[in-house]
């Protein structure tokens, strides 16, 4: 329950401030730690990570989501999310792992 909370709290966030994305983006690990998001055995926590991964790199800001994207591939992300979308079925988080992956791929 505490992850699909602090996940659900973090897709929220990330959606409407560019400050937070900015801070998510000052450690290191985030991507890291997000993706493993989207592996998680709770289809409750992956729909939260992988919103959270397509807020960043969708970011308005241009320069925020340059650098989230930037540092999500440097961990692999276009290969995890795919992993991740083979092992669902539910159309709502295929949407937003396309989403991102479209913009990781781009």
């Known amino acids: 329950p505490t992850r699909r909370a602090a996940s659900g709290a973090l897709a929220m966030l990330t959606e409407g401030f560019s400050s937070v994305v900015s801070a ?21 926590v992956v729909h939260r990570g992988l919103v959270v991964v397509r807020n960043m790199v969708c970011e308005e800001d241009d320069a925020l ?38 913009t990781l791929v781009e």
């Open 24 to 44: 998510l983006l000052e450690f290191e690990r985030s991507p890291e730690i997000l993706l493993d998001l989207c592996r998680d055995d709770d289809a409750g």
């Open 65 to 102: 989501a340059t650098r989230a994207r930037t540092s999500f591939k440097r961990q692999g992300a276009v290969e995890k999310l795919k992993t991740c979308l083979k092992k669902t079925k539910d159309p709502t988080l295929l949407q937003r792992g396309v989403d991102a992956l479209k």
